[in-house]
């Protein structure tokens, strides 16, 4: 077993591969429930869970290991094996990752000698510290057939120069080197070893690896941004906005003509919410922009974060980042992404599927097919006019990459009919509809489908089921095939809301595709869907077998269709005022129970204030910045309690904060809970 690479991608065992990664933190996550929610970043098209390990949250005292419950490494990296993923570890020691001190320790922090350099001191610590780390991880190196395959050391790392623009010693590339020299010595073995890119960064022996977002919470302004450059094809990896908050900004791109793979690890799939800032994410924010760079050539889809989560209580302090760049709250790290704090997959957990299933089940091939963008492909990310588009391509065989989103702005129509796209060394002719404002897809050509071969299809790929190859459109029924009978007939075309409720599995021993509206997953070789009101799904082929009270009760187009009962429970909830005073107003929040045992009761709060913290017992358990969303968690996290208390913190119309959904002030102030609800979720093993 082997993996390697060259400038254009990665090889496991000589093959060609494209790995589709997910940050999950674990320590910011509930060990209950680590293999459940891995499995659902599985069914969304993740092959590699990636997280970082932060050492404040294994050593805030000095000397005092805790490696413990929610923070217990081992367990974690044997639930990643236990679901058959790779993984990548990225130890640091400096992470950010929104965490105190960028994940140092205190006494790390305000230690009297220098950090992230090779000072005899600071690698004494670093050294003891990655002993233990290996103590934690030992048998699980991908060497030993375990998930392991990649260690990302720093991040965001550009040195300390002097003030004509030179290293200084035992900083840059011979402090990055030295960590990995360290690793090495204290048993990590490791097939590749990773660093953050972007600025005037110092990677070493290590390959970059990239990322793009699609807004910048980090920055100090609160007015609106331009549209980020992520939504624009280029060949450049670098993002404009990413890393400005660690001294970036203005920074030469220097490592560009390097022969490496186009490796990302911070691919948004979600964004944080600062103090300062407050955007949204739209359900298709972070997917274009995963497309985006998918077309510009990226040979690994690196998303961060993929799962949302929790700060853990700290000892001596809090845990979130408190800077003037990124203000985050003291317990909420949901990050809007793919994945909720508390496991509920989200719309854009759906787009981003889309995506990922394109180099889960595509990847071998489209992995040694270089980009092109061609010279009409719009360059600007403020021109909402300009066709935007690339081509990954090798012979006769490719995919057509388009993109008409861009965040929060209006984009023009475009005619594809007849349009000849170039590469070097062919051409294809694209057929179909035009690209409306909003839509982002992929075309395929020269697709080798059985013994013959699909010429072009204008629609986009998904998957393969059997000998069968499913693909999506905003309009199936317009959908052209150039292709001779024998391939039609192993083509599959569902409309785009089909694929975004679908999800392939291994049922019965047969690949299949099912559809639900509920979030599907696999775990130990059983399927289980989370389901809401009532059970219902779709499957093609047909299930064999169905466990419970499902049954089939009719077709939909290739697919069968399975209904059952209602789930059954329902949670009631009240509030009321009980505090005010000119810091906070109070409430009383009551909640019944009514056949919830083991199901998941999420409580919705909408609240329209600055802030909003929630206690339990008198302990703080969570806590939001208003963004104009409703704020959730889920109370069987917290073992249905029956009663929280909800303060509410007021905003003004002086304050100096980026939101998109405007307050209501009345009397200058605005600080209300204004509704809550809940929505009651059970978990049905399904086959």
Same mark, same amino acid.
């Given at each position: 077993?082997?993996?390697?690479?060259?400038?254009?991608?990665?090889?496991?065992?000589?093959?060609?591969?494209?790995?589709?990664?997910?940050?999950?933190?674990?320590?910011?996550?509930?060990?209950?429930?680590?293999?459940? !929610?891995?499995?659902?970043?599985?069914?969304?098209?993740?092959?590699?869970?990636?997280?970082?390990?932060?050492?404040?949250?294994?050593?805030?005292? +000095?000397?005092?290991?805790?490696?413990?419950?929610?923070?217990?490494?081992?367990?974690?990296?044997?639930?990643?094996?236990?679901?058959?993923?790779?993984?990548?570890?990225?130890?640091?020691?400096?992470?950010?990752?929104?965490?105190?001190?960028?994940?140092?320790?205190?006494?790390? +922090?305000?230690?009297?000698?220098?950090?992230?350099?090779?000072?005899?001191?600071?690698?004494?610590?670093?050294?003891?510290?990655?002993?233990?780390?290996?103590?934690?991880?030992?048998?699980?190196?991908?060497?030993?057939?375990?998930?392991?395959?990649?260690?990302?050391?720093?991040?965001?790392?550009?040195?300390?120069?002097?003030?004509?623009?030179?290293?200084?010693?035992?900083?840059?590339?011979?402090?990055?080197?030295?960590?990995?020299?360290?690793?090495?010595?204290?048993?990590?073995?490791?097939?590749?070893?990773?660093?953050?890119?972007?600025?005037?960064?110092?990677?070493?022996?290590?390959?970059?690896?990239?990322?793009?977002?699609?807004?910048?919470?980090?920055?100090?302004?609160?007015?609106?941004?331009?549209?980020?450059?992520?939504?624009?094809?280029?060949?450049?990896?670098?993002?404009?906005?990413?890393?400005?908050?660690?001294?970036?900004?203005?920074?030469?791109?220097?490592?560009?003509?390097?022969?490496?793979?186009?490796?990302?690890?911070?691919?948004?799939?979600?964004?944080?919410?600062?103090?300062?800032?407050?955007?949204? *994410?739209?359900?298709?924010?972070?997917?274009?922009?995963?497309?985006?760079?998918?077309?510009?050539?990226?040979?690994?889809?690196?998303?961060?974060?993929?799962?949302?989560?929790?700060?853990?209580?700290?000892?001596?302090?809090?845990?979130?980042?408190?800077?003037?760049?990124?203000?985050?709250?003291?317990?909420?790290?949901?990050?809007?992404?793919?994945?909720?704090?508390?496991?509920?997959?989200?719309?854009?957990?759906?787009?981003?599927?889309? *995506?990922?299933?394109?180099?889960?089940?595509?990847?071998?091939?489209?992995?040694?097919?270089?980009?092109?963008?061609?010279?009409?492909?719009?360059?600007?990310?403020?021109?909402?006019?300009?066709?935007?588009?690339?081509?990954?391509?090798?012979?006769?065989?490719?995919?057509?990459?388009?993109?008409?989103?861009? $965040? $929060?702005?209006?984009?023009?129509?475009?005619?594809?009919?007849?349009?000849?796209?170039?590469?070097?060394?062919?051409?294809?002719?694209?057929?179909?509809?035009?690209?409306?404002?909003?839509?982002?897809?992929?075309?395929?050509?020269?697709?080798?489908?059985?013994?013959?071969?699909? $010429?072009?299809?204008?629609?986009?790929?998904?998957?393969?089921?059997?000998?069968?190859?499913?693909?999506?459109?905003?309009?199936?029924?317009?959908?052209?095939?150039?292709?001779?009978?024998?391939?039609? !007939?192993?083509?599959?075309?569902?409309?785009?809301?089909?694929?975004?409720?679908?999800?392939?599995?291994?049922?019965?021993?047969?690949?299949?595709?099912?559809?639900?509206?509920?979030?599907?997953? +696999?775990?130990?070789?059983?399927?289980?869907?989370?389901?809401?009101?009532?059970?219902?799904?779709?499957?093609?082929?047909?299930?064999?077998?169905?466990?419970?009270?499902?049954?089939?009760?009719?077709?939909?187009?290739?697919?069968?269709?399975?209904?059952?009962?209602?789930?059954?429970?329902?949670?009631?909830?009240?509030?009321?005022?009980?505090?005010?005073?000119?810091?906070?107003?109070?409430?009383?929040?009551?909640?019944?129970?009514?056949?919830?045992?083991?199901?998941?009761?999420?409580?919705?709060?909408?609240?329209?204030?600055?802030?909003?913290?929630?206690?339990?017992?008198?302990?703080?358990?969570?806590?939001?910045?208003?963004?104009? *969303?409703?704020?959730?968690?889920?109370?069987?996290?917290?073992?249905?309690?029956?009663?929280?208390?909800?303060?509410?913190?007021?905003?003004?119309?002086?304050?100096?904060?980026?939101?998109?959904?405007?307050?209501?002030?009345?009397?200058?102030?605005?600080?209300?809970?204004?509704?809550?609800?809940?929505?009651?979720?059970?978990?049905?093993?399904?086959?």
């Amino acid at each position: 077993m082997a993996i390697t690479y060259d400038g254009q991608g990665l090889f496991e065992d000589g093959k060609p591969w494209l790995p589709v990664s997910g940050e999950y933190q674990y320590s910011r996550g509930d060990r209950r429930s680590w293999y459940k !929610e891995i499995a659902k970043m599985k069914a969304l098209g993740i092959d590699t869970v990636a997280s970082y390990v932060i050492w404040i949250h294994h050593e805030e005292e +000095e000397g005092v290991f805790d490696f413990s419950g929610n923070k217990s490494l081992r367990e974690f990296v044997g639930e990643v094996a236990a679901a058959k993923m790779k993984m990548c570890l990225r130890v640091g020691p400096w992470v950010h990752g929104e965490v105190r001190n960028g994940g140092f320790p205190d006494w790390i +922090e305000h230690a009297d000698f220098h950090t992230r350099c090779n000072s005899p001191e600071y690698l004494y610590y670093v050294t003891r510290y990655f002993k233990r780390l290996y103590e934690e991880v030992k048998g699980f190196f991908y060497a030993d057939g375990g998930p392991i395959f990649a260690v990302q050391v720093e991040n965001e790392y550009r040195g300390r120069k002097d003030n004509t623009g030179k290293q200084l010693p035992g900083y840059g590339d011979e402090h990055i080197n030295k960590l990995i020299e360290i690793l090495k010595s204290v048993g990590f073995d490791v097939p590749i070893y990773l660093a953050t890119g972007w600025g005037d960064a110092s990677t070493g022996e290590a390959l970059p690896v990239w990322g793009a977002y699609c807004e910048a919470p980090w920055e100090q302004t609160s007015l609106g941004l331009p549209p980020a450059n992520g939504y624009v094809f280029s060949y450049l990896p670098d993002d404009d906005a990413i890393g400005n908050d660690m001294g970036k900004r203005g920074a030469a791109f220097t490592i560009t003509d390097k022969p490496y793979p186009f490796l990302t690890a911070e691919l948004g799939g979600g964004i944080q919410v600062t103090r300062r800032r407050r955007p949204i *994410v739209g359900k298709s924010d972070c997917a274009a922009i995963a497309l985006v760079k998918f077309g510009s050539g990226a040979a690994m889809l690196g998303y961060y974060v993929f799962h949302g989560g929790i700060n853990p209580d700290g000892k001596l302090s809090t845990m979130n980042e408190q800077s003037v760049y990124c203000d985050l709250p003291e317990k909420d790290y949901d990050f809007q992404a793919a994945i909720s704090a508390f496991g509920r997959v989200t719309d854009g957990g759906k787009e981003l599927k889309l *995506v990922n299933y394109i180099a889960r089940e595509f990847g071998e091939e489209l992995s040694r097919m270089p980009a092109f963008i061609p010279p009409d492909n719009c360059a600007d990310p403020c021109d909402l006019d300009s066709i935007r588009y690339s081509v990954r391509a090798q012979g006769g065989s490719g995919f057509v990459f388009f993109n008409n989103y861009v $965040r $929060r702005r209006a984009t023009g129509s475009h005619a594809l009919d007849g349009k000849i796209v170039e590469y070097p060394g062919g051409n294809v002719t694209v057929r179909g509809e035009e690209l409306r404002p909003g839509e982002f897809f992929v075309y395929a050509f020269g697709m080798r489908v059985g013994e013959g071969t699909l $010429r072009f299809i204008s629609a986009a790929p998904f998957c393969k089921i059997g000998d069968k190859y499913v693909f999506w459109a905003y309009n199936p029924q317009s959908v052209i095939i150039d292709a001779s009978e024998a391939v039609k !007939e192993k083509i599959v075309v569902i409309g785009r809301e089909e694929a975004l409720r679908a999800y392939k599995f291994t049922v019965d021993g047969e690949e299949r595709l099912l559809l639900s509206d509920g979030a599907l997953y +696999e775990t130990y070789g059983e399927l289980y869907g989370c389901f809401r009101d009532r059970i219902s799904f779709f499957a093609f082929p047909p299930l064999k077998n169905v466990t419970g009270n499902a049954n089939r009760v009719g077709d939909s187009g290739v697919f069968a269709r399975y209904e059952a009962g209602k789930i059954g429970g329902a949670a009631s909830v009240d509030f009321e005022l009980t505090a005010e005073n000119a810091g906070y107003k109070e409430y009383r929040v009551s909640v019944e129970y009514d056949d919830c045992g083991g199901k998941e009761v999420f409580l919705y709060m909408d609240f329209d204030a600055d802030s909003l913290d929630v206690f339990s017992d008198g302990k703080k358990i969570a806590d939001k910045f208003y963004t104009g *969303v409703p704020f959730e968690i889920e109370l069987g996290y917290f073992g249905y309690p029956r009663e929280l208390i909800v303060r509410t913190y007021p905003a003004k119309p002086d304050d100096d904060v980026y939101v998109e959904v405007p307050h209501e002030f009345e009397d200058g102030v605005a600080n209300e809970l204004k509704s809550i609800s809940t929505e009651v979720y059970a978990t049905v093993k399904l086959a």
